[in-house]
């Protein structure tokens, strides 16, 4: 067998080309690390509105079904109707800081107010959650609920669209703060989660009951 020959030394001038090649490697990964920085924030920039003028259209459109139901907001639709849209902007302090909800106001010409429709969001169990809560004229009861944005889990906790799951908040009173279960809700202030994404169906149902307390009493004053 044959003794393993020492290897011999790298010669100093090519030490010095392999630490120059990292050199330009180091500084080629950060250029292109500040390149794809700015393309995605010039990206956000210029999306950044549309998504948000998307969101408004949206948000407006979705309002009498949030507050008549789908069946009235259909015929109401097919006889060529509209309903008196008016945004407004309700302050709440709480803990010594200030939050604004964005609210509209639904009204009939003839009948006067409908209902209302508010902006809310709160932590999910993935990202943040944004929905659409509708409320009747004296935010005594929930008309409706649309869920506007969200990043929870495919095939679990983004079920929380779907109208079946949605459905159970309609006609719910906001007296008492609703309570998500896991079993069948027997209770009037009881959703049944949905299989596997308990985080998600309480993460709605915690926005539902605190825009309730925030803005219960300020709306029903109105």
Sequence with gaps: MKPIQPMEPMPPSMMARLKDNKIIQAWLVLVLAICFGSSLAGIQLTLGPRIEENKINETREKVPELVLGAARAQELAEAEKTLEIQPTSVAVTKNG??????????????????????????????????????????????????????????????????????????????????????????????????????????????????????????????
């Design 97 to 222: 800081r200030q939050t604004a909800y964005s609210v509209l106001e639904a009204r009939d010409p003839e009948k006067g107010r409908l209902g209302w429709v508010v902006k809310a969001g709160g932590q999910g169990y993935a990202d943040k959650i944004e929905l659409l809560l509708g409320l009747d004229p004296s935010a005594e009861e929930i008309s409706g609920i649309f869920v506007l944005e969200q990043k929870e889990t495919p095939g679990l906790g983004n079920k929380i669209v779907e109208e079946d799951w949605r459905g159970q908040f309609i006609g719910r009173q906001t007296d008492r703060p609703l309570e998500v279960v896991k079993d069948r809700a027997d209770e009037e202030n009881e959703i049944s989660a949905i299989t596997g994404a308990t985080i998600s169906s309480r993460a709605v149902a915690t926005i539902v009951n605190t825009a309730v307390a925030d803005l219960k009493g300020k709306l029903a004053a109105q």
